[in-house]
């Protein structure tokens, strides 16, 4: 199975809409940094987009309840 692409509206972390394109590629690191603290990567969503895949294949992800699911930033 290949992703093309993946769009999550206020999940987890992920306030409003966010794309993300995975194009053609056959292998893809997730990297994330602060802009305003760039050696930072830490509680930016690296996780959260692990968790969005498995929602998607299998509904599923690591939070304990559904209402986790949702951003409220």
């Not at 940094?33 to 692990?50: A, D, Q, V, Y």
């Amino acid at each position: 199975m290949r992703f093309s692409n993946l769009t999550m509206v206020n999940f987890m972390r992920f306030a409003g809409t966010n794309s993300i394109d995975f194009g053609d590629k056959d292998i893809i690191g997730v990297v994330a940094e602060w802009e305003s603290e760039p050696e930072r990567s830490n509680r930016s969503g690296k996780s959260c987009l692990i968790d969005a895949i498995s929602y998607l294949l299998w509904g599923k992800t690591r939070a304990k309840s559904d209402r986790l699911l949702l951003c409220n930033y």
